[in-house]
């Protein structure tokens, strides 16, 4: 989706699917609830385990729900800034001089489950990433990263240093120690193993991978050339 910012300048975003079906999943799970509560009062005078399994169920209908509206409406928000990723747990901004490009990247079962990005500039993101985001991230791409590392060790012999998570790491311009350090390691062994430090899941766009890729790419490049004319 493209649209223009406050200043007039154009931004893209893009719409994430981990809310859908969200509103509807809330509202049945939560009137079945209420319906059972109704009927367990007017009519059962002894609870069964049936009636036990459709209160659980119901009950696990609702959060399912109330998980679902708690995703961002868009995933990916483009703008002068930079690219920005947006999560439940917070968002990152990626700079547009803080990364070369962006690629569909395939699985094991070569299958595009990631869009990943050539980060060039590690303190330009790292000081845009929330520690909260941080620690979420790490778990949630945990399977990434062991896939990554089967990959590339198939033999389970890779080196003890390549799977340490070291909380110390340097930039040139600031030291960073505890959760964004190994967050910043594992970016870093990630570029080296795949040649790509940043992912971000694609279901958090709803456009095919290679487009968006296509898009942001140019984008990057206009705003860029943008920046420069501006400064000469």
């Known amino acids: 989706m493209t649209a223009v910012d406050e ?8 719409k994430a699917s981990g809310n859908e079906g969200g509103a509807i999943t809330l509202l ?9 509560a109704l009927f367990s009062w007017l009519f059962v005078e002894q609870a069964t385990p049936m009636l036990a399994i459709a209160f659980i169920a119901s009950a696990i209908g609702i959060f399912a729900g109330w998980a679902k509206l708690s995703e961002p409406l868009y995933g990916v928000v483009c703008d002068e800034q930079g690219l920005h990723y947006h999560h439940r747990k917070g968002s990152w901004l990626l700079p547009w001089q803080a990364f070369s490009h962006c690629s569909p990247q395939p699985d094991l079962e070569h299958e595009v489950n990631y869009i990943a990005f ?3 500039d590690f303190h330009a993101f790292l000081q845009h990433l929330p520690l909260r985001l941080a620690i979420k991230l790490m778990m949630e791409q945990r399977a990434l990263w062991f896939a990554v590392l089967k990959e590339k060790c198939p033999q389970g012999q890779c080196a003890t240093e390549w799977l340490a998570e070291k909380d ?16 910043a390691n594992r970016m870093q ?7 790509y430090e940043l ?3 694609l279901n958090c766009i709803d456009a095919p991978a290679a487009q968006f890729c296509k898009e942001v790419n140019l984008l990057r490049m206009q705003q860029l050339t943008t920046a420069m004319e501006s400064g000469s």
């Open 7 to 14: 200043s007039g300048a154009p931004f893209k975003r893009y």
């Open 189 to 195: 062994k990630l570029g080296q193993f795949c040649g």
């Open 199 to 201: 992912f971000i899941p």
């Open 28 to 36: 049945i799970s939560t009137g079945v609830f209420v319906v059972l």
């Open 168 to 183: 110390r790491f340097s930039t040139p311009k600031q030291n960073y120690d505890g959760i964004l350090a190994m967050f």
């Open 118 to 120: 050539k980060v060039t």
